[in-house]
RNA sequence: GGCGGCGUAGCUCAGUUGGUUAGAGCACCGGCUUCAUAAGCCGGGGGUCACUGGUUCAAGUCCAGUCGCCGCUACCA
């Protein structure tokens, strides 16, 4: 057996926003994540995986705000609900704080120091628009107005997308604030900056050359960002906001990106302290002992925070940088985007009403292989799978010899199996080396051989027959039994990162717990066996029907205000989310309102644009001759041919504005938002006209 | 349109630094088996590796272009 030295490492996974729920998405990562310390500590290395809720922000106050109550209460309770999330789907963290905590703050502090003594901070004007109804400052997508070179209306506070012109959100004529629709003043405010530029050095040599990151991340940072000077970091906001005040600058908070990653700091410290091991020895440089290794997991989409601000950070505080930046891309659900119409947005919580966990673990863990491309999660080839190799191949080899070895148990000496345990047992160290890499897919396909290898060994020695011809070959149905259990355990050794539950049942059967790969190694003799119990049930159609028919419910609950009167049962309240994603406008008067002149109109034909991506051509009859040519962003919601004949809303007199693929003389109403990413129609009551006005 | 990614059997994917008749699982077809959660075993059909051109003794693998798809973004008035 070669010697291996006891390893010490941290690892972490991207702290989830406690504005939101855990998704099939989300657990991409903190599956993945799992598995690999899973397979460290089964190593027998020391391995602790630490995560934290993510608090602060505009969105946790803005929502808190809409929904009457404190930041503190809101987080509070999406920690529990994550929490939750997280243990169903056996995701083991060995600390999980919070971005809220005093241990967050304290390190903040202390990175803020070190990057303040080192002349890295500096502090600028920023000419902001404020909103005085709703007391905060307005990033540049929270306002709007006219643009003041060619005065179109409605453009965000950044360009205007009709002349390109680019200017401050301060130089809008009729600014409006897109959270209360009052007229936003401008206000000067102070905003704290770090001259990450001092460390692009640092950061050149440290994406090309520390192996942390893979080639294709290396080239993508040094072509977008690292081939020119780096941009000063916008590191804080001034008050009110939810988060850290910053000590030596009263009135001004640390922005969510910069206590979050942080958050990794301060999870390590709380959990050192809990257990009496010193911090250093996991973030601190040139230590005594054995130094730990830091690997981060994280998608796609915050690459440059893990690969540029944290490790200037790091950096510059003198702390330990990751060794290893393992990057994912999202999921897909049948080949496409999760989406909430089509009941493919999965929340964790509504997939553990339905479907077995382990079930999902293994999937992903068959199709992650460390790469950063997209994972589809295929409906279809999840149940085939699932079944066929964890429930036809795997348990089965259990379920099918178990029974003949209750009253004996195992042989007394391991027979000969013509070199199947011992083969498997070689290929260990193969397996162990995928895992390592991240390559779960590989590890599972070299498992499934094996898996493969024992069958046919059972199929070939025909225990059947054995215990049909008596006495005399009870001895040899005894070792062929035991051999196939053997070669069940050692499978159950090599999946038990993957599926915890099942290693802890094949322990039951035979053997006891399961606490080290080596066990893969030797195969065991005279033990008794435990009555089988199945270990795993099958996948039925109907089961995966529900989840999608769940979390379809789930979103008409949430986007369908006040129910339908077809909905006998006393309805749940409706959540307050599509409100707080999108607050009231302001007040405006009947007067205001009259100005609008809504319509009843027939669709009278529809046809796709084919170079849009979202919009449809409408014709729409106001009654007579009157017809308007509508540009409606509802492609992919609507069937073209199922629109024609149909009532709807339209804004009638709306001035016309010229489209990329035609002048477009009204809008059709629909309600969207709220993160939904349907658009829904309005339809009238039956016997309404085309051309009756709403009043 | 801009940026990024991808195009290998019906489906989901492997194919290591370019090197013998391109692989797996599922699905399908045929046979065997009946211990097992309609599970298992053996065999078979099925691919001009998107297309075109180039580099090379040799390309699925490198380069260029074309087409198609996906994601983010823009066109949601």
Same mark, same amino acid.
Not at 169 to 174: E, H, K, N, Q, T
């Given at each position: 057996m070669p010697f291996s030295p006891r390893r010490r490492i941290l690892v972490t996974s991207a702290l989830p926003y406690a504005n939101g729920h855990i998704h099939l998405g989300h657990l991409v990562e903190y599956i993945q994540t799992d598995v690999f310390v899973r397979f460290q500590k089964l190593r027998g290395h020391e391995c602790a995986y630490v995560c934290a809720d993510d608090t602060h922000g505009t969105a946790i106050m803005i929502r808190a705000r809409a929904e009457g109550r404190s930041e503190r209460e809101l987080i509070a309770e999406m920690r529990a609900a994550h929490l939750a999330d997280f243990a169903g789907f056996q995701v083991a963290f060995d600390h999980y704080g919070s971005t809220d905590n005093p241990a967050n703050r304290r390190l903040c502090g202390e990175v803020w120091q070190a990057l303040s003594s080192k002349g890295l901070v500096v502090t600028r004007d920023v000419q902001q628009l404020y909103d005085a109804t709703a007391g905060t400052f307005l990033a540049d997508r929270f306002v709007k107005g006219t643009c003041p070179r060619c005065r179109a209306a409605d453009q965000y506070g950044d360009t205007c997308e009709q002349c390109g012109a680019t200017y401050a959100? $301060?130089?809008?004529?009729?600014p409006v604030s897109t959270l209360s629709g009052a007229r936003p003043e401008v206000r000067s405010a102070e905003h704290l900056f770090v001259t990450i530029e001092a460390l692009h050095g640092f950061l050149t040599e440290w994406t090309r050359s520390s192996g942390a990151l893979d080639p294709r991340i290396t080239n993508y940072l040094a072509g977008h960002f690292l081939g020119e000077a780096l941009r000063d970091w916008d590191v804080s906001r001034p008050a009110p906001y939810f988060g850290f005040e910053i000590p030596d600058a009263p009135g001004h908070y640390w922005y969510v990106w910069f206590d979050a990653p942080i958050g990794y700091l301060a999870a390590t410290a709380e959990w050192c302290e809990a257990r009496g091991q010193a911090f250093e020895s996991w973030w601190g440089r040139g230590s005594a002992g054995t130094p730990a290794e830091i690997h981060h997991f994280i998608g796609k989409d915050i690459v440059y925070f893990h690969t540029l601000f944290w490790p200037a950070m790091l950096e510059a505080a003198g702390l330990a940088l990751p060794t290893k930046v393992r990057v994912h891309g999202f999921l897909t659900v049948n080949g496409q985007k999760m989406s909430k119409s089509r009941g493919t947005f999965v929340l964790a919580r509504t997939w553990l009403d339905h479907l077995d966990p382990a079930a999902l673990r293994y999937y992903y863990a068959a199709k992650i292989?460390?790469?950063i491309d997209d994972l589809d999660l295929n409906l279809d080839e999840f149940m085939a799978k699932v079944n066929s190799d964890l429930v036809g191949k795997v348990v089965n080899l259990a379920s099918r010899t178990a029974r003949w070895l209750e009253s004996t148990g195992l042989s007394a000496s391991y027979p000969d199996d013509g070199g199947l345990f011992a083969q498997a047992a070689a290929d260990g160290g193969e397996i162990a080396a995928v895992y390592e890499e991240g390559d779960f897919a590989r590890a599972m396909r070299a498992i499934m051989l094996a898996a493969d290898r024992a069958n046919a060994y059972v199929d070939a020695e025909q225990p059947w027959k054995l215990a049909k011809q008596g006495p005399e070959a009870a001895g040899r149905l005894r070792d062929v039994a035991s051999v196939a259990l053997n070669l069940f355990r050692q499978i159950a050794v090599y999946l038990a990162p993957v599926l915890p539950g099942l290693a802890e049942q094949a322990g039951d059967l035979v053997g006891g717990p399961i606490h080290s790969w080596d066990e893969s190694q030797a195969p065991l003799a005279g033990l008794p066996v435990a009555p089988f119990k199945p270990l795993m049930k099958r996948i039925e159609r109907e089961q995966i029907d529900a989840v999608i028919a769940a979390s379809q419910a789930a979103v008409a609950e949430k986007t369908t205000p006040g129910g339908s009167s077809m909905d006998m049962t006393p309805t749940t309240a409706d959540s307050g989310e599509p409100l707080a994603a999108e607050p009231l406008a302001a007040t405006c008067s009947i007067d205001d309102f009259t100005k609008i002149d809504l319509r009843v109109a027939r669709i009278v034909a529809a046809e796709e644009?084919?170079? $849009?991506?979202k919009l449809l051509k409408l014709t729409v009859s106001l009654g007579g001759d009157a017809t308007r040519t509508v540009f409606a962003g509802i492609k992919g919601f609507h069937e073209p041919a199922a629109l024609v004949g149909r009532l709807v809303v339209v804004v009638a007199n709306l001035a016309p504005r010229q489209m990329k693929f035609g002048l477009s003389e009204g809008m059709v109403v629909a309600a969207s938002g709220a993160g939904a990413t349907g658009v829904y129609l309005l339809s009238p009551d039956a016997g309404a006209l085309p051309g009756m006005r709403l009043h």
């Open positions: 959100p $301060a130089d809008l004529v009729d292989s460390g790469g644009v084919p170079e $849009a991506k």
